[in-house]
């Protein structure tokens, strides 16, 4: 059975860090791009990271930009995330797919998704 578990969101306070996982049974990322979405109560979901980590070619939101990091390490797949602001408060959740590099922030490229893990970040 394929499937993606999401974990390691929490709360925390402004300026601190959080490293999501999301582990990976029954497919490799070797032949997925995997991406990292949000959603915040009342919005629409967003991608905040995405990767075709064989290659590797990243994408990030403008808004995390230099404070989140997608990276691997075998069958899981981390976002780090540091200097974290009360606007990054939401529901994240990891998804795999048959993106291409000008399709990383495509959800619909996306369609194997995880649970989601809830990071909330206070001032």
């Known amino acids: 059975q394929v499937q993606m578990v999401a974990s390691g969101g929490g709360s925390v306070q402004a300026g601190g860090s959080l490293r999501l996982s999301c582990e990976a049974f029954g497919l490799t990322f070797d032949h997925y791009a995997v991406g990292w979405y949000r959603q915040a109560p009342g919005k629409e979901r967003e991608a905040v990271a995405a990767a075709i980590l064989t290659r590797p070619v990243t994408r990030y939101a403008d808004s995390v930009k230099g404070r989140f990091t997608i990276s691997r390490d075998g069958a899981t797949v981390y976002l780090q995330m540091n200097s974290l602001k009360p606007e990054d408060t939401a529901m994240y959740y990891c998804?795999?797919?048959?993106?291409?590099?000008?399709?990383?922030?495509?959800?619909?490229?996306?369609?194997?998704w995880g649970q989601g893990t809830q990071v909330t970040v206070t001032s």
């Open positions: 998804a795999a797919g048959a993106a291409g590099w000008s399709q990383l922030f495509a959800e619909g490229s996306y369609n194997i």
